[in-house]
Nanobody
């Protein structure tokens, strides 16, 4: 099973950008569907984006056109580039790994999840 360590969170003003990273270790990086979740204060954890073993991506509607998920197989690292940030993007962001696939739906992705990172906090001020 892999271990996941996020970094790159911080505080930014609305309209700004941040790039989150997730270092993956302990197992074969390319075997996993990887994704990002977030949890805002008082809200449930929600899916943000996934990238499958072939590099195909999926986004939740609220971040489409603003966020980009990517991975570097040589560095065993997952990224989330976040542009045009809004105050409502404020949350703890978690990376996650799933097998055998992303599942084709958020519900199945959750079922396939094997491990979470510890999270990195993103705060967007207006």
């Amino acid at each position: 099973q892999v271990q996941l360590v996020e970094s790159g969170g911080g505080s930014v003003q609305a309209g700004g950008s941040l790039r989150l990273s997730c270092a993956v270790s302990g197992d074969t990086f390319s075997d996993y569907c990887l994704g990002w979740f977030r949890q805002a204060p008082g809200k449930e954890r929600e899916e943000v984006a996934t990238i499958n073993t072939s590099g195909i991506t999926k986004y939740t509607d609220s971040v489409k056109g603003r966020f980009t998920i990517s991975k570097d197989n040589a560095k065993n690292t997952l990224y989330l580039q976040m542009n045009s940030l809004k105050p409502e993007d404020t949350a703890m962001y978690y990376c996650a790994a799933a097998r055998p696939s992303c599942g084709g739906s958020w519900a199945l992705f959750r079922r396939y999840l094997e491990v979470w990172g510890q999270g990195t906090l993103v705060t967007v001020s207006s």
